[in-house]
């Protein structure tokens, strides 16, 4: 894989973001959506540096915005702990001939710095609007597998049709 082009660094705030490969859906079911969020939590409880301000998982990716109060690598090791857990996970739930057709994960993952406040709101409501963007549900109170249920709505109300519309990452 690819050397990361930006330095993960302590106190910023990052999107960071993955797609199955493919496009795969790798969420067939709750309890995979389940087994991915435990997997966050287990690995948060480890790297107690690590801050996630949002998050929302689809069927075939995910995206968080996430900072470190430690350092940029702790960032990294996170991220590398949760892919493979869950990958891992995956591939022993599946028919064995899926297991070996494809890696789990496109990338590494991908990473966005957000250098100001105004792009921190957005990039929030990004993530937590996604499962509207795709088309996965009418309404977001409908859809769990998101942050938007546990941030201050106000805030991130305002961006809402510029995410559907505009915004792209």
């Not at 990052?14 to 795969?24: D, G, L, S, T, V």
């Not at 991915?36 to 801050?51: M, P, R, S, V």
């Not at 599946?94 to 966005?112: A, G």
Request: aromatic share 18%; net charge positive; glycine share 2%.
């Amino acid at each position: 894989m690819p050397i990361r082009k930006i330095i993960l660094e302590k106190d910023y705030y990052y999107h960071i973001y993955n797609r199955w490969f493919e496009k795969q859906i790798i969420f067939r079911n709750d309890n995979d959506f389940k087994r991915f969020y435990k997997t966050i939590i287990k690995y948060n409880k480890i790297y107690e540096g690590i801050k996630i301000l949002s998050y929302s998982f689809i069927p075939n990716h995910f995206h968080f915005i996430i900072t470190s109060i430690k350092s940029g690598l702790e960032i990294s090791d996170f991220m590398r702990k949760i892919q493979q857990s869950y990958a891992m996970y995956f591939r022993l739930s599946s028919s064995p001939d899926l297991r070996k057709r494809w890696p789990v994960f496109e990338w590494r993952f991908k990473t966005k710095i957000i250098d100001n406040d105004e792009y921190l709101e957005q990039c929030i409501a990004y993530v937590n609007f996604n499962p509207l963007k795709h088309k996965i549900v009418d309404n977001i109170d409908n859809y769990k597998w998101t942050s938007y249920h546990k941030i201050e709505k106000k805030q991130i109300s305002k961006y809402k049709d510029i995410i559907l519309k505009e915004l792209e990452f």
